[in-house]
């Protein structure tokens, strides 16, 4: 049974024949970076901090100091992937003043939160409910979907969940990027998921994208806050949207027997192409644009 996940639909409504040269000719690339660890670990931390939060309390929330655990599961994970060569030398996912800048805006987004945590996760008469809550549903024969959901809560009052995903950026998401469906589609298409995995009305669900942010605009009058949320248009006219991108993914990628489909072709574009992980390998793709 072949496995998909959303990196790999995302991957494909960008451009069909890259999601082909990666998951189905093989060719890997690994994109890890420091934004990549740096948003790994960030997860971790506020993961783990919301444990105290729900479970503990919040007392003993407010008091952990969170900055030495974020410099130790990001000095961990640099450390993980450093490539030492057969000469002995080392590559670096980035320098020490890059890595530390880092750190210190994750310390930044943390003292936010920990200050602000009942703006951005209600906790009168709401419990946690799970962190990186498992999705495992077949969309089609030998086919499974496999995502993780970063939290969910339950409000006890009028039972109804709240899923969230965490999400690190420079500096926010433009207009562009709210509206844009493969990047607010994920948690749409996890409210579809958890429904049905519950059997529960979608409407009892709300999904909320936490933004944060490693660098702020500053002025005398006012500052944009760290963190900010974004609540997507999240109707079922909205999810369907997304759930027809998603399983066009599906019906194009695969056959009815769950086999791959290799008639991928390009979609160039400028978006597409200048992120793309193949733009130098002109050998597996000669129609990118620059």
Known sequence: MNKISYSQFSMWANCPHSWKLKYIDGHRIDDTSIHTIFGTAMHEVIQEWLDVLYNQSEVKAKTIYMHDTLKTKLLDLFKENIIIHESGEKTFLCDKPTLHEFYEHGCEILNYIQSNYK????????????????????????????????????????????????????????????????????????????????????????????????????????????????????????????????????????????????????????????????????????????
């Not at 995903?165 to 579809?192: A, E, H, M, P």
């Open 119 to 290: 703006k951005i996760f209600p906790t009168d008469n709401v419990k946690l409910h799970s962190i990186e809550f498992p999705l495992e549903i077949e969309v089609k024969t030998n086919v499974k979907y496999i995502g993780f959901i970063d939290i969910v809560t339950y409000d006890v009052t009028n039972n109804t969940y709240t899923l969230y995903d965490l999400k690190t950026s420079k500096s926010g998401w433009n207009d562009y990027q709210k509206k844009d469906l493969v990047k607010i589609g994920q948690l749409l298409l996890y409210k579809r998921f958890f429904a049905k995995q519950f059997n529960i009305s979608e409407k009892d669900i709300s999904v909320e994208f936490i933004i944060l942010k490693r660098t702020i605009f500053e002025t005398a009058q006012y500052t944009i806050p760290r963190v900010s949320k974004f609540i997507p248009s999240n109707g079922k006219p909205s999810v369907d949207k997304a759930w027809k991108l998603f399983t066009d993914f599906v019906d194009t990628g695969f056959d009815g027997e769950g086999n791959y489909n290799p008639n991928q072709l390009p979609r160039p574009s400028k978006d597409a192409c200048k992120f793309c992980k193949f733009k130098d390998k002109k050998n597996l793709c000669s129609v990118g644009i620059e």
